[in-house]
């Protein structure tokens, strides 16, 4: 049980940067067979990443497709040491899986980098519990001109 925690509690971690030494450069960002190594198929699993937000690593990013807005969620927002007075004010409300109305507390654009690309995203910050750190809509797919890969 305690591992079990501990574990959870690392996948939900926002981590600063560790500068490393020479990285190498890739133009395109690709899944092989090896990232299927743990992975028992068939399945039907969300696809989730870690990617790089401003200065941090961020684990449990969800890439859905179906996601208008990207989303930051306030407990990310606080580890990432960002504070409310950085967010714009958000004009709407949006509608959640519940069909419920949701207000965000505000707005904020960060750099998130895929691979080498490094592109300005908003996100509507919300402060609700979530099994994630970040979702990632179609506007990000979009703007990365990436397809994701339901199949890894």
Known sequence: MIKKAEHIREVLSVQPIMKKGKTEIQDIMSFSSRDLERIQTPHNDALVVTLCVKDFDIKRILIDQGSSVEIMFYDTFKQMKLEDKDLAPATSSLVGFDSQPEWSIGKIILPVKAGCVTKQVEFW?????????????????????????TYH
């Open 125 to 149: 910050v919300l402060n609700v519990p979530s099994t994630y750190n970040l979702i990632l809509g179609r506007s990000w797919l979009h703007l990365m001109q990436a397809v994701a890969s």
